[in-house]
């Protein structure tokens, strides 16, 4: 599940209490939601996250229902025994990516970036070596994970042995370095070649930094942030190591003499992440965004751009029957139809998000689920996937 290859130790198992149900605007109902409770419970009592979170927002409907519902279980903060706030902000990891995919296809749908042009064209000379050529891969490559360059986390100095690794600040250029000291994974665009790459995306932040004159950031901020009014998301700066506003503490599994135990790395060197995976957000705010853009929202982009995105690539080698469009991924729901959104795995947090839509493409419920450390087997990250499948399937949790 974890893409990243920075979430390196033994798994734990940490039983944990406590949780809770809050509905906004909606008043607290006690049978409110279930089978989503014991999901989000077995998240910490079975798989062993110290503690987890999944929000549900429904469109708003004639009657008046809707909403966000959170669901709560196990600690915030494990030295205080701290629930975790119902509106926790969290490191979203690769969640990012659809955020910086809109933003690319914006200024696509301006002429002012070609998805099919080479990426020689935006940073010339810069993507070379180890079979790695800027001339041969292009925009679009970069989005769907098809451009072979590989992938740079893997050589961070962070890992479980190492953990003041995580204060070392990085530039873009740097963490592409990191990558490039590498062979190609595969020729850009080979056939049946699928390879998930966050260098790919620290590749488009420069890109969209070349076209528009500003940072990545700046333009995250003003064509998607503020345009939908998401108070809670943001991109920290560089040397800001903690999180703003009510959060739960993240934690990594270490080995040790004694056996293997959690530790806090809340605080996290964000410029490690890159445009890959730095954004902070609320599950609410991170629903509110992917809702907006699944339903067409014309602040974000086209219905044309937009079923472009949506379209997975065959090669996808994720979890099973997942596809991976231009910066979503889409995964079938057990109840019909699929769901779209994105998976995101950072030291201390893992978080999966999605939409539903069924076969008429008519978007429905979003959610958002969020744990304390960070899915590091497959096993582990399809109980994030079956949480979020419950929580877009079970009739009980509107």
Known sequence: MSRSGWVIGVAATVIVAGGGVVSVPAKADAATGSVLRAAVDRLTREVGFPGALATVSDPPRPSGAGGHRTVRSGVGDLSTGQPVPYDSRVRMGSNAKPVLATVVLQLAERGRIDLDAP??????????????????????????????????????????????????????????????????????????????????????????????????????????????????????RTGELGLRGPHPRGYVTVPGPDGARLADITEFEPSALGASGMLVSTPRDFNRFLTALLEGDRRLLSPGTLAEMKRPDPATRLWPDA???????????????????????????????????????????????????????????????KTVDIALCDRKTT
């Open 323 to 385: 596809g991976y469009g231009l910066g979503l991924i889409r995964t079938p729901l057990s109840c019909g139809g699929y769901f779209y959104g994105h998976s995101g795995d950072v030291p201390g947090y893992s978080t999966l998000t999605g939409v539903a839509v069924d076969a008429g493409e008519r978007t429905g419920r979003s959610a958002t689920v969020a744990v304390t450390r960070a899915a590091d087997t497959m096993d582990q990250g399809m109980n994030l996937v």
């Open 119 to 236: 990426v020689e064209r935006y940073l010339p000379g810069l993507v070379r070596g180890h079979g790695n050529d800027g001339r041969e891969m292009h925009i679009r490559h970069l989005l769907q994970h098809t451009s072979g360059v590989p992938d740079f986390t893997g050589d961070l100095p962070f890992t479980p042995r190492n953990l003041p690794g995580r204060f070392q600040r990085f530039s873009g250029k740097e963490l592409l370095g990191l990558a490039l000291a590498h062979p190609a994974t595969f020729q850009p665009g080979e056939a049946n070649r699928w390879a998930y790459s966050n260098t790919g995306y620290e590749l488009l932040g420069m890109v969209i930094e070349k076209v528009t004159g500003h940072s990545w950031q700046h333009e995250v901020t003003e064509r998607v942030i503020r345009p939908l009014g998401l108070d809670t998301m943001y991109l920290p």
